[in-house]
């Protein structure tokens, strides 16, 4: 079945440092993939998505590049910001589906 | 800026015991979902529901569960007879309905923390 795999936090960074988060998938087909943060006290959202193969999604400073030979979705962002502390989750829908597949996330922790 | 709004943000009840977790979805939004998270795991997809009906559930979604559209405004998880690995963070988010094949950005609630003792 489909599956998400993101890497185990907590990742912390001091502000203006580059951020990575990996991601990797398994999914028949042709999924959709997505980033989700949580800021404390929130609901999870958006942040950015691709819904094909070499698709960029990017938002607010944050990229991830759709990587169908990788199976990779990895989320980075050149500067980080002590707002950007977050837990961050990445997720798949498959071709046919409506739920959404999530990773575990990941807790970063930004200090100025 | 419209959001979805779940109540309570906090839920204890007893093992056994009944428990409905409410949800206001946005208003011209047509897909519901419940998902749910385990502390310290990954957010687990329960049910989606459109048109009064469930249209997706996971083998999670057993018969204890139960999702109602009881008005326009509100949509229910019920869980009949809660065990103690229930206890989780549960998640509403809702979709505007497919156009031409599109499939909408889910826009999810704060979570409700039900904890079963």
């Known amino acids: 079945g489909n599956s998400v795999t993101q890497m185990e936090g907590p990742v912390t960074l001091s502000e203006e440092a580059f951020l990575t988060i990996n991601c990797t998938y398994t999914?028949?087909?042709?999924?959709?993939l997505f980033w989700y943060v949580q800021y404390p006290g929130e609901g999870l959202q958006l942040l950015l998505k691709?819904?094909?193969?070499?698709d960029k999604g990017s938002n607010k400073g944050f990229e991830a590049t759709y990587r169908k030979e990788t199976t990779s979705f990895h989320l980075e962002k050149g500067s980080v910001q002590v707002s950007d502390s977050a837990v961050y989750f990445c997720a798949l829908r498959g071709e046919a589906g409506t739920a959404l597949i999530f990773g575990k996330g990941t807790t970063l922790s930004v200090s100025s | 800026e419209p959001e979805v709004t779940q109540t309570p943000s906090h839920q204890v009840t007893q093992m056994g015991q009944e428990v409905i977790l409410r949800c206001v979805p946005i208003s011209n939004h047509l897909y519901f979902y419940w998902y749910r998270q385990i502390l310290g795991q990954k957010v687990e997809f329960l049910v989606s529901f459109y048109n009064n009906e469930i249209s997706e559930k996971s083998e999670i979604f057993d018969d204890q569960f139960s999702v109602e559209r009881p008005d326009g405004s509100n949509f229910t998880l019920k869980i009949r007879s809660t065990k103690l690995e229930d206890s989780a963070m549960y998640f509403c988010?809702?979709?505007?309905?497919?156009?031409?094949?599109?499939?909408?950005?889910?826009?999810f609630g704060p979570g409700t923390r039900l904890t079963v003792t």
């Open positions: 988010a809702s979709s505007e309905m497919r156009l031409a094949g599109v499939r909408r950005e889910q826009y």
């Open positions: 691709a819904t094909k193969a070499d």
């Open positions: 999914a028949t087909g042709y999924p959709s």
